[in-house]
């Protein structure tokens, strides 16, 4: 149902900065679903990056605060990730996650995904 098209990855420079971007098909899909973006390293767990609510409320991991930024742009329907001050250690797959508790207590959870973007950060 909705479909979602991470793009922005690529090689870096410890210290430097990158946006990612996460299109959603449909309108108005942030102000029906949870927003965020995960991280994956080689050999780790897909980790949670950083959230952002219907109504606008962010969140992020301890490992990014005051260096990531989360962000939607509603009428275009693309959430943002501006990442600065990049390390090493956020070398991963970056993807876009958007969640949605069922309509009903016996429904399933929606839970769509990106395919995925790649942030290398050379040391």
């Known amino acids: 149902q909705v479909q979602l098209v991470e793009s922005g990855g690529g090689l870096v420079q410890a210290g430097g900065s990158l946006t990612l971007a996460c299109a959603a098909s449909g309108t108005n899909i942030f102000a029906h679903y949870a927003m965020a973006w995960y991280r994956q390293a080689p050999g780790k767990q897909r980790e949670l990056v950083a959230t952002?609510?219907?109504?606008?409320?962010?969140d992020y991991a301890l490992s990014v605060k005051g260096r990531f930024t989360i962000s939607t742009d509603n009428a275009k329907s693309i959430m943002y990730l501006q990442m600065n001050g990049l390390k090493a250690e956020d070398t991963a797959v970056y993807y876009c996650?958007?969640?949605?508790?069922?309509?009903?207590?016996?429904?399933?959870?929606?839970?769509?995904w990106g395919q995925g973007t790649q942030v290398t950060v050379s040391s």
């Open positions: 996650n958007a969640k949605r508790a069922p309509a009903t207590v016996e429904g399933g959870w929606l839970n769509y």
């Open positions: 952002v609510s219907s109504d606008g409320t962010t």
